[in-house]
């Protein structure tokens, strides 16, 4: 059964940063894609960040490029999201996600509960 916890979100004011983690158990994460998905309050989910885990290529969404970067550590199964010069409109709750088919952006089997990022102005 794979789980996937996340952690670091908190309240910042814009013009701060978070890093938020996933640790990932119970699969053979050689072969997952890992993504970052938000969902602010009265709004669809959506795509944040992805990375293919074994071979480091990496996707994000318009709205955070330049911002936030997604990278991983192989040796803690953690994924990690570093969110830079956040702003209000990134306010929302963080999945973290996994899939094994090596898709970036649909197609994630495994979620997270979530965590909450709330950003002031």
């Known amino acids: 059964q794979v789980q996937l916890v996340e952690s670091g979100g908190g309240l910042v004011q814009a013009g701060g940063s978070l890093r938020l983690s996933c640790a990932a158990s119970?699969?053979?994460?050689?072969?997952?894609?890992m993504g970052w998905f938000r969902q602010a309050p009265g709004k669809e989910r959506e795509f944040v960040a992805a990375?293919?885990?074994?071979?480091?290529?990496?996707s994000y969404a318009d709205s955070v490029k330049g911002r936030f970067t997604i990278y991983r550590d192989k040796s803690k199964n953690t994924v990690y999201l570093q969110m830079n010069n956040l702003k209000p409109e990134d306010t929302a709750v963080y999945y973290c996600a996994a899939n094994s088919r090596g898709l970036l952006h649909i197609g994630y089997d495994y979620w997270g509960q979530g965590t909450q990022v709330t950003v002031s102005s």
């Open positions: 990375i293919t885990w074994s071979g480091g290529a990496t």
């Open positions: 119970g699969g053979t994460f050689s072969r997952y894609t």
